[in-house]
């Protein structure tokens, strides 16, 4: 099947259809991994279209829900091409502050667990104070990840970081932080430790990190 079909579907909000065709592809033997990737690239066209003044915020809204709806229906296959059933580490995940923007960060928690990590999933729009409370409430979790889709967010990660350099945790825990407008300057300018550029990049650090 042409997976692409996905992308201009959802891209078209036609939502029945590409309902119909992620069931068409399940069915064929396609990939999660794969699925996932198309509806990737639809939802970067949608942000694309918001940008170019094509598409409302309502727009984008409801091609979320879309993509929520195709993600509850790969989680299975997700997880198993994860593979990994045995625990291998923790990580905390959230949103920072002021940034509500949750599909990402829910993709890269499927593939975490699918890999085999523990994660503590602390929501959207996280306070600094919240990140710390976790970490020192979760000493075994050596791994934080941050989603950050607003560049206006990106002193929240700031933010977080300093509160935990300040509440004496830096040294316990890497971070690494994602999202659409993310870069390696931004990881250096918040102090951040990794920028994954997808879930399977966060996880590969993160399975790095407990020496995998
Ligand atoms: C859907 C969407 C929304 C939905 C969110 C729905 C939801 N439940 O998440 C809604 C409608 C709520 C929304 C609101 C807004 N949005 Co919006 N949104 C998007 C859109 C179109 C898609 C985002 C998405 O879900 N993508 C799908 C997933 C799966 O994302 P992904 O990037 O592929 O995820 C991978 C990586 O990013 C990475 N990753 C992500 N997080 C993490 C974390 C870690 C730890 C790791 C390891 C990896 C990682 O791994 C993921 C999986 O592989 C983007 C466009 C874009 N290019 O992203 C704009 C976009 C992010 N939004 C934007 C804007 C401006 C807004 C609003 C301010 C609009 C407004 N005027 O109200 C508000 C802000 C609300 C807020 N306070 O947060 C801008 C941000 C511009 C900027 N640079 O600051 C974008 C880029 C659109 C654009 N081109 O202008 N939005």
């Known amino acids: 099947m042409d997976l692409q079909k996905i992308t201009h579907y959802l891209i078209d909000l036609e939502e029945e259809k590409v309902y119909e065709t992620v069931d068409q592809a399940i069915k064929d033997g396609a990939a999660g991994n794969e699925i996932l990737k198309s509806c990737q690239a639809g939802m970067a066209e949608i942000g694309e279209m918001y940008k170019r003044e094509e598409a409302f915020v309502a727009d984008?809204?409801?091609?979320?829900?879309?993509?929520?709806?195709?993600?509850?229906?790969?989680?299975?296959?997700?997880?198993?091409?994860?593979?990994?059933?045995?625990?291998?580490?923790?990580?905390?995940?959230?949103?920072?502050?002021?940034?509500?923007?949750?599909?990402?960060?829910?993709?890269?928690?499927?593939?975490?667990?699918?890999?085999?990590?523990?994660?503590?999933?602390?929501?959207?729009d996280v306070t600094p104070e919240t990140f710390v409370d976790a970490i020192r409430n979760?000493?075994?979790?050596?791994?934080?990840?941050?989603?950050?889709?607003?560049?206006?967010?990106?002193?929240?990660?700031?933010?977080?970081?300093?509160?935990?350099?300040?509440?004496?945790?830096?040294?316990?825990?890497?971070?690494?932080?994602?999202?659409?407008?993310?870069t390696d300057v931004v990881v250096k300018e918040t102090g951040c430790d990794y920028f994954a550029?997808?879930?399977?990049a966060g996880v590969h650090y993160a399975r790095s990190i407990y020496g995998i």
């Open 60 to 124: 984008m809204m409801f091609a979320g829900e879309i993509m929520r709806n195709i993600m509850n229906k790969i989680q299975p296959l997700l997880e198993k091409e994860g593979g990994n059933r045995e625990t291998i580490g923790k990580a905390i995940i959230g949103t920072v502050k002021g940034d509500i923007h949750d599909l990402g960060k829910d993709v890269v928690i499927i593939a975490l667990e699918g890999n085999g990590f523990q994660v503590i999933d602390l929501g959207v």
């Open 138 to 182: 979760n000493k075994d979790a050596k791994i934080i990840g941050m989603s950050v889709f607003l560049t206006s967010a990106f002193t929240s990660t700031a933010k977080t970081v300093t509160a935990i350099k300040e509440a004496g945790l830096r040294n316990q825990v890497k971070i690494m932080v994602g999202g659409a407008p993310v």
């Open 197 to 200: 550029e997808n879930a399977a």
